[in-house]
């Protein structure tokens, strides 16, 4: 597609379940990263993916968040036993190289933890 | 903890007024840059400068950079209502992209 595709929009889950939250990138960009953002606050670095490389996880909170990427195309972010501190939107961009020459950004998924 | 600073967090002004919003960061980068977002949803890339730039236009956009005091300033001239919006810098040193907190501005009709 055109643009970086996330899905679902918004998504509402009981504490305590599973998420899995799907990024399509734009063709052929190599470098894909997820964001979360707090409502007011800034995005908060979560884990980075650059072509066959080992990805950066650094960013994420806790083993309860991972994400997958196969080569470069989609990549999943799941977090496992959903707490109300998870409530955010949830991020994703990618670039044709590491360098972060302007990267495109998915319009995000809402999350909920009720 | 966020690699760049946006002062002011808030900012607002009449339409065609000029508006300026700058951003600190603290370690080396390859690049800077500002993006835009509305409604808390995703964002947009306006404008990048490299570390061996020091000022770049982009229509309304102006944008420096002094890499010896680490910091940058977005300028929008003859602001528009439908500027209104989250501004945020952005630094990529190495491989990650960090951003700061943003700065909300408000342009009054």
């Known amino acids: 597609g055109a643009g970086v595709s996330q899905s679902p929009s918004n998504k509402v889950t009981e504490k305590g379940k599973d998420v899995e939250l799907r990024c399509d990138p734009i063709s052929g960009h190599t470098a894909l990263y997820w964001y979360r953002q707090r409502l007011g606050q800034g995005l908060e670095f979560l884990i980075y993916f650059q072509g066959n490389s080992a990805p950066d996880k650094s960013g994420l909170p806790s083993d309860r968040f991972s994400a997958e990427r196969t080569g470069e195309s989609v990549s999943t972010l799941t977090i496992q036993r959903t707490q109300q501190e998870d409530s955010a939107v949830y991020l994703c961009?990618?670039?044709?190289?590491?360098?972060?020459?302007?990267?495109?950004f998915g319009s995000g998924t809402r999350l909920t933890v009720v | 903890s966020q690699q760049g600073e946006e002062d002011p967090q808030a900012l607002s002004i009449q339409e065609g007024e000029n508006a300026t919003m700058n951003c600190s960061y603290k370690t080396s980068i390859n690049n800077l840059q500002w993006y835009r977002q509305n409604s808390g949803r995703g964002l947009v890339h306006l404008i990048l400068?490299?570390?061996?730039?020091r000022e770049k236009h982009s229509g309304r956009l102006r944008v420096t950079l002094d890499t010896s005091k680490k910091s940058s300033s977005l300028l929008i001239t003859a602001s528009r209502a439908a500027d209104t919006a989250s501004y945020f810098c952005a630094t990529v040193g190495g491989s990650r992209l960090t951003f700061g907190e943003g700065t909300q501005l408000t342009v009054n009709p």
């Open positions: 961009a990618s670039s044709f190289s590491w360098s972060g020459e302007g990267y495109t």
């Open positions: 400068i490299r570390s061996n730039e």
